[in-house]
């Protein structure tokens, strides 16, 4: 039996292109869904989706305070009380400087776009400011 089976937390492992970004035990996990956010305890029934932009959230198994994060893109898996978030981008919320993440916006907001894939682009790059200013502002 697994750690996190005997104490009702969950392991959790996330992973980005630069590396380990956390590793250890939760009581709760929350990602940010391409459709919404998607919660995760002890026993959650095997998933596997799709991450969108906005803030993750994992809540220590030991109690206090839930760790913070930006989150960008990405896939998440459930089983076996073992949470694994593969994602693009992740920030520790507390890194973020809302000075940085309005001119992100600025930045993203002032982009000439024209054609599909530019638009989409720009939407996009939005879209990810938008997320990093919100969780930027919650510090």
Partial sequence: MSDAKAHGALHVAVVTP???????QAAQ???????GEVAFLHDHAPFVG???VGEMRI????????ER??????VVQVA????????????RASALKVAEAERELADALGRDAVGDEAIDARLAAEDRA??????????
């Fill in 18 to 24: 630069e590396g380990s970004a956390y590793e250890g």
């Fill in 29 to 35: 996990v929350v990602v940010p869904a391409f459709d």
């Fill in 50 to 52: 799709l991450l969108g």
């Fill in 59 to 66: 809540s220590p198994a030991a109690g206090g305070s839930p």
């Fill in 69 to 74: 994060y930006y989150l960008a893109g990405g």
């Fill in 80 to 91: 076996d009380n073992e949470v694994v978030v593969l994602a693009e981008t992740v920030r």
């Fill in 130 to 139: 938008r997320a990093r200013l919100r969780v930027a502002q919650r510090n």
